[in-house]
């Protein structure tokens, strides 16, 4: 469930993996309006689903409407799978920050959390995501920075020690010496314009990656590979968030496989 939800390539993950396994079932794209999501969401039982995904703009208005919040969800502030009990109770869950995670641990396997340093941009929901979990996988220093300051100051005060705020206009300053660099505003997406971001501060080693996955390589992850640094695209964030979502509706852990890279790598 989004608005607008027709970019999506969940439903080709989910629907590879449910034919894959030999699954009766079919994961659908329903574009629903935020004033509209309580209703949606408490159809979900007498249509028959197993569960949903919720993104932009649901993850956390959604908070409101289930029945339950798993504990790393509510430290979210923000729930990406839903899960219909047996009873018809709604379950709500967060594996966007574990996604994030996996994604750098395939992709860059001697990566750390405590490395250095590091700066996220943005303070939306994927912000919550992955700086909850940097930080609970040993981020020693984070650096906050977002557009509109009073949501960057909310949630440095909410997630406290080693979120730092930092105002926006000295997001150039804040690259030096750090060792992950993590765009998760919208800024570089398809339809919008690059982020605003200078890298001559960057050190060469510092790892860049983009939780954006339309275009696969953003304006941002392509200056930091013309000058030599490593990058990691939001495409294996949205696979890895996947599995286990697609393992509390249906009982099985799918696999990310080069045969699904492919089927995702042709659409675009
Ligand atoms: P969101 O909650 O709406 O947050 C959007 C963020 O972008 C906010 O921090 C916002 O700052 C910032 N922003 C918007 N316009 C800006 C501008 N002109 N200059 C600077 N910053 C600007 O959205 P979200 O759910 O966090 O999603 C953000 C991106 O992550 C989307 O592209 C989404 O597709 C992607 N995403 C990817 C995955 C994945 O699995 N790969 C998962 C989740 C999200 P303000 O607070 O100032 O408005």
Redesign the pocket.
Known sequence: MGWPVTHSRSPLIHNHWIAHHGLKGAYVPLQVQIELLQDALRGLPALGFAGCNL???H?VEALKYVDRVDETARRMGAI?TIVVQPDGSLSGFNN?GA??IQCLRDEQPDWRADAGPVTV???????R?VVLSLADRGAKEIRLL???WA?TQALAAEFGAPVKAIP?EQRHEALADIALLVN????G?HG??A??LSLARLPKSALVSD????PLETPLLQAARERGNPTVN??G??LN?ARPAFHAWFGVMPEVTPALRAAIMATF
Do not use: C, E, F, S
Not at 121 to 127: E, K, V
Not at 211 to 214: A, L, N, P, S
């Open positions: 993104t932009i703009p993850k990406n966007d996604g994030y941009l943005g303070a939306g929901g994927a912000a995501a977002n557009r509109t949501k926006w998760t505003t919208d800024q997406m919008q314009p982020l605003d939780v954006i996955y339309i939001g495409l964030m949205l968030q």
